[in-house]
């Protein structure tokens, strides 16, 4: 058991430029969260995905946000024509179909918009 | 609305002493609960859960948590506290049955510092 991992831990970008994050879950976990946690705050919930559909997204998640999760295994967590307001730790979280509410978190990916 | 709080933004115990942070809730009925503990460059890690029954939980580390129904709380406390539990430390709670999501709901944080 190797953990939830994120890649990148640290992405700095401009104004307007496209990012994209990866989730690699424990690899028996179907079930896969993603949250938002800016500065003083605890995290948001995103998005969540049961093997490869996406069944709840969060108002926070504007058109400029897209996730996908194509084989029911890694995710990626898209955002186009990102803004200073997307500087944000992005945090995904992964647990068994038969413990929901189990959830470990991967060590974020750091997003800095200048 | 579903919400968590956490008064306390910053709490400072010395090395040994016992800690105490506080976590309310508002839900119409009761939530599973969770404390999950930040360290810088880590991610979240679950302290302990509440679903039912006891409503003293033992978790890691050393933590309990006690459940209160009749004030919407779920405080945390360690006996005796470390230098390495200085953290940040999230109560959490998940609503029950809502849409088969199971996301969080996450209070604002306590960043708790230790003095040796």
């Known amino acids: 058991d190797t953990g939830v991992s994120q890649d990148p831990r640290h992405k700095i970008t401009k104004r307007g430029q496209n990012v994209t994050f990866r989730c690699d879950p424990i690899?028996?976990?179907?079930?896969l969260y993603w949250y938002r946690q800016t500065l003083g705050q605890g995290p948001e919930f995103l998005t969540y995905f049961q093997n490869e559909a996406q069944l709840e997204k969060s108002r926070l998640l504007s058109d400029r946000f897209s996730a996908e999760r194509p084989k029911g295994s890694f995710s990626t967590l898209e955002i186009q024509r990102t803004e200073q307001g997307d500087s944000a730790m992005y945090l995904c979280a992964s647990s068994l179909f038969g413990a929901p509410y189990e959830q470990y978190f991967g060590p974020g990916t750091r997003l800095t918009v200048t | 609305a579903q919400s968590v709080t956490q008064p306390d933004i910053h709490i400072t115990v010395s090395e040994g002493a016992s800690l105490e942070l506080r976590c309310n809730y508002s839900y119409g009925a009761t939530p599973y609960l969770f404390w999950y503990v930040q360290s810088p460059g880590q991610g979240l890690q679950l302290l302990l859960k509440y679903f039912s029954g006891d409503t003293l939980v033992q978790g890691i580390k050393g933590f309990e948590a006690e459940f209160k129904r009749s004030q919407s709380s779920f405080n945390l406390r360690k006996p005796s506290v470390h230098w390495s539990d200085a953290a940040e430390y999230f109560c959490a709670v998940a609503p029950l049955g809502t849409s088969g999501t199971y996301k969080y709901i996450f209070g604002t944080g306590t960043r708790l510092k230790v003095l040796a």
């Open positions: 690899s028996e976990h179907n079930r």
